[in-house]
């Protein structure tokens, strides 16, 4: 059974920094990729970033240069480093996993797996 835990969301002021962490149980990271969604209110869930074989990543172009994803494999926990963080950051951030075989993309109906999300508010 596949489980994707989020942690680390909060409430931060603009320009500060949040680590969310993605930690898995069922699977292996390290033969999988991961990505990260969020879904403010009234929106669709939009892609964020996600890592391949380890190593490779891709973010959005709303987030390039601020937030960092990578994986520890040892714990099997991926993580988004979010840094100077704007208001229109704020939404409930998710993490995914593909089936088996499966691969990341930019669209959520390429995961299976989803974790329960967990909230992060930017205030000004």
């Known amino acids: 059974q596949v489980q994707l835990v989020e942690s680390g969301g909060g409430s931060v002021p603009a320009g500060g920094s949040l680590r969310l962490s993605c930690a898995a149980s069922?699977?292996?990271?390290?033969?999988?990729?991961m990505g990260w969604f969020r879904q403010a209110p009234g929106k669709e869930r939009e892609w964020v970033a996600l890592i391949t074989d380890s190593t490779n990543t891709l973010y959005s172009n709303s987030v390039k240069g601020r937030f960092t994803i990578s994986q520890d494999n040892a714990k099997n926990t991926v993580y988004l480093q979010m840094a100077s963080l704007k208001l229109e950051d704020t939404a409930m951030y998710y993490c995914?996993?593909?089936?088996?075989?499966?691969?990341?993309?930019?669209?959520?109906?390429?995961?299976?797996?989803w974790g329960q999300g967990t909230q992060v508010t930017v205030s000004s």
């Open positions: 995914a996993a593909p089936g088996t075989g499966g691969y990341c993309t930019m669209r959520p109906e390429t995961y299976n797996y």
């Open positions: 069922g699977f292996t990271y390290s033969r999988n990729c």
